[in-house]
């Protein structure tokens, strides 16, 4: 099973400013790899799939970037509704999927 | 526009059964395949199962094997997701998700399940 690392854990900026979020793979999975937002109690939401393509709807802010282990997305300026978490998933070999422990972006 | 809307909230006490339900609007149900995740309190995803809804094929996580079943009833363009012999541990939301190759861009809102004595 290929495990999915995230870090910071809780990463705590102000609007406005740039945030950068990690996820390691334990194993090569080529740019396999998707990143969520979740709100508190709503379903989690496609931001970036195939590692840097945007999902439909999702501005133009969130990009994602990386290939085999290493992988980042960024939110370019933060706006007041991106305070949430973050989770990468991953399918380049499924089953299983796999879910990092996610990143919370926090209002400083 | 695709709609997955899950059944409500359920109250199990261990060692019972339940069947959480993920109707499907919007689009050709027997075209895409069809995950369940869940989510524990404060936890992770966790990827659960799969299904083919044209074929009825499924796919399991370990994890679960043997304890959850995936079906589907085309005509209701509705799939469930049963998980029995439940125990504290499988507190959590459930949530349907349709796939695109392993990716899924359309969630239902979650079925919250609560296992309590």
């Known amino acids: 099973e290929i495990v999915l690392t995230q870090s910071p854990a809780t990463l705590s900026l102000s609007p406005g400013e740039r945030a950068t979020l990690s996820c390691r793979a334990s194993?090569?999975?080529?740019?396999?790899l998707a990143w969520y937002q979740q709100r508190p109690g709503q379903a989690p939401r496609l931001l970036i799939y195939?590692?840097?393509n945007r999902a439909t709807g999702i501005p133009a802010r969130f990009s994602g970037s990386g290939s085999g282990t290493d992988f980042t997305l960024t939110i370019s300026s933060l706006e007041p509704e991106d305070f949430a978490v973050y989770y990468c998933?991953?399918?380049?070999?499924?089953?299983?999927?796999?879910f990092g422990q996610g990143t919370r972006l926090e209002i400083k | 526009q695709v709609q997955l809307v899950q059944s409500g909230a359920e109250v199990k006490k261990p060692g019972a059964s339940v069947k959480v339900s993920c109707k499907a609007s919007?689009?050709?149900?027997?075209?895409?395949?069809m995950h369940w995740v869940r989510q524990a309190p404060g936890q992770r995803l966790e990827w659960m199962a799969w299904?083919?809804?044209?074929?009825?094929?499924?796919k399991y996580a370990q994890t679960f094997q043997g304890r959850v079943m995936i079906t589907r009833d085309t005509s209701a363009s509705t799939a469930y997701m049963e998980l029995n012999s439940l125990r504290s541990e499988d507190t959590a939301v459930y949530y349907c998700?349709?796939?695109?190759?392993?990716?899924?861009?359309?969630w239902g809102q979650g079925a919250p399940v609560t296992v309590s004595s």
């Open positions: 919007g689009y050709t149900f027997t075209n895409y395949g």
């Open positions: 998700a349709r796939d695109l190759a392993g990716i899924t861009p359309h």
């Open positions: 195939n590692a840097s």
């Open positions: 998933q991953q399918r380049h070999s499924w089953p299983p999927i796999t």
């Open positions: 194993q090569s999975i080529s740019v396999y």
């Open positions: 299904i083919n809804p044209g074929n009825g094929d499924t």
